[in-house]
């Protein structure tokens, strides 16, 4: 019996203007009266989704920078798990080097290298804080990331960069495309898979007893530790090849479909 969904946020939970709708509100409702934990974990920051949690009335943790920081409702800290300050300075100096732009996330800020870079004014507007400009990263924060960001709109390029960052890096961080314009780098720890794991021990359920719902390649990473899983329907083709179960688009209120069409009939049964 499904008792935990771990939710992927943006082109999952939201619409692509990043809008929570009245349907997903009432799905999320609809899981707690069934008892079932509604969790999130995204590639935002903890505090860029701190918008969600009264609208949700979310019970279950929230998993920032795809588990990099654990946070509880009221936002107090669960774990973090940051990138050694090689693997940081590695990581940053390769996706500069590959022609992407920069970004590195502590446990509370947000830095960049260029003001008016690409997508950095809808990341703010997404995540609601602003980022601070810095000329370069410094020993001091490369000390304490917890992320680092690799951007650039050339989608063959992110592609790219993510493999080499994978064979450079191994098994010192986690490097996985969470939107086809951004590489996430991370800690090992600190991936999608790991979430689910995590909560798992947390939470005291069964992996067997969660349901995963995500958009993105970054998510089949916690499809395959969960008991079912679901892509939405604007995931790729390769996504969804490996789901359990697909749902309607961000745009079809697909999170609202799912839980009540899949989850909800599993529970009630």
């Known amino acids: 019996m499904i008792r935990l969904v771990i939710a992927d946020v943006d082109g999952t939970l939201v619409t692509q203007e990043k809008v929570l709708t009245s349907e997903a509100k009432a799905a999320a409702q609809d899981l707690r009266v069934a008892g079932v934990t509604l969790a999130l974990t995204s590639g935002r920051p903890p505090r860029g989704m701190q918008m969600l949690i009264e609208p949700l009335r979310l019970e279950g943790q929230i998993a920032g920078f795809n588990g990099g920081v654990y946070v509880n409702p009221d936002m107090s800290v669960v774990a973090t798990h940051r990138l050694t300050p090689q693997a940081a300075d590695t990581a940053v100096k390769l996706i500069v080097d590959h022609g992407l732009d920069a970004w590195l996330y502590t446990p509370d800020d947000w830095y960049i290298r260029k003001a008016g870079a690409p997508h950095v004014a809808r990341e703010a507007w997404t995540v609601k804080f602003e980022a601070k400009l810095t000329p370069s990263f410094s020993d001091k924060l490369l000390g304490n990331t917890v992320k680092v960001v690799g951007v650039s709109d050339d989608h063959a390029l992110v592609a790219r960069a993510e493999k080499i960052a994978q064979e450079t890096l191994g098994d010192q961080a986690s490097s ?27 939470l005291g359920i069964k992996t067997e007893d969660i349901a995963t719902i995500g958009d993105g390649q970054n998510d089949v990473l916690m499809f395959k530790k969960s008991g079912m899983s679901i892509a939405m329907g604007n995931a790729s083709d390769d996504v969804k090849a490996q789901a359990t179960a697909v749902t309607a688009t961000n745009e079809q209120d697909g999170f609202a479909k799912a839980m009540r069409d899949l989850v909800l009939k599993q529970v009630k049964s």
């Open 176 to 202: 996985a495309r969470s939107q086809p314009y951004y590489l996430d780098i991370t800690n090992p720890k600190a991936n999608k898979g790991a979430v689910v794991t995590t909560l798992s021990k947390l």
